[in-house]
């Protein structure tokens, strides 16, 4: 079992910064990769990003890339994701996952969740 802990969320302009947080419980951290997922009202979940278990390997959902960067600490069970110059249309609920297998982009690879947490970019 994996139990996952998202903080960091809250409101910013458009064009401003703000870093996520996901803490993870267990001794296997290390072997997940940790994915992100976020969800706006009146939307279907969507993918953001994900990290391999060392963290070699990243990946970015086109909307995404080249603003956000993920990243993660083994030896704090953490992982992050930097969030840069937000947009209006970043406004979601984030979550983190843990899936056992890379590369997994869809929600129903990842085993675990966290419950969330939410972002609002002001325009």
């Known amino acids: 079992q994996v139990q996952l802990v998202e903080s960091g969320g809250g409101l910013v302009q458009a064009g401003g910064s703000l870093r996520l947080s996901c803490a993870a419980s267990g001794r296997t951290f290390s072997s997940y990769t940790m994915g992100w997922f976020r969800q706006a009202p009146g939307k279907e979940r969507e993918f953001v990003a994900a990290?391999?278990?060392?963290?070699?390997?990243?990946y970015y959902a086109d909307s995404v890339k080249g603003r956000f960067a993920i990243s993660r600490d083994n030896a704090k069970n953490t992982v992050y994701p930097q969030m840069n110059s937000l947009k209006p249309d970043d406004t979601a609920v984030y979550s983190c996952?843990?899936?056992?297998?890379?590369?997994?982009?869809?929600?129903?690879?990842?085993?675990?969740w966290g419950q969330g947490t939410q972002v609002t970019v002001s325009s």
């Open positions: 990290i391999s278990g060392r963290g070699g390997s990243t």
């Open positions: 996952a843990a899936a056992t297998l890379w590369l997994v982009t869809t929600s129903r690879q990842y085993a675990y």
